[in-house]
């Protein structure tokens, strides 16, 4: 079974190590619009310090209960970073129209000391990818 995804990539220009990349965006899922969120914030201070985040989440399909997966890498601070993935809770509405989500986790392992990060926020308001 074939599903139809629209959407688009962006192709960035190289970077300091001379790699190209693309993004790809997908506007619709099988017929349906898709929105994306913003999020961002500061880990816990675990080992002394704390790392700084911020990216959009998945898409996830408009107008329908749904949750979007997440993914980001940690500012560096002492010479490491950290992942946070995760899947948001589901959209919770806003007075005046849209949606936002929570989250929470742990980040990855890593450091000189190994040692994890708690997170926690909500992303902002939905944001269509078209």
Known sequence: M???VNGFVMGSSEDDDNH????LYITSWN???VHVHAFSGQTSIDDGHSHQYMSWTAPAPTGVPHVHGY???TS???GHTHLIQG???PAIALPGGGHYH???GYTTINGTHPHSHAYQGRTG???SNM
């Open 87 to 89: 899947t948001t809770g």
């Open 125 to 127: 308001n939905e944001v």
């Open 71 to 73: 993914q980001t890498v």
């Open 2 to 4: 074939k599903i139809p």
């Open 20 to 23: 190209h990349s693309h993004k």
């Open 102 to 104: 929570l989250f929470e």
């Open 76 to 78: 560096q601070n002492q």
């Open 31 to 33: 017929g349906t619009p």
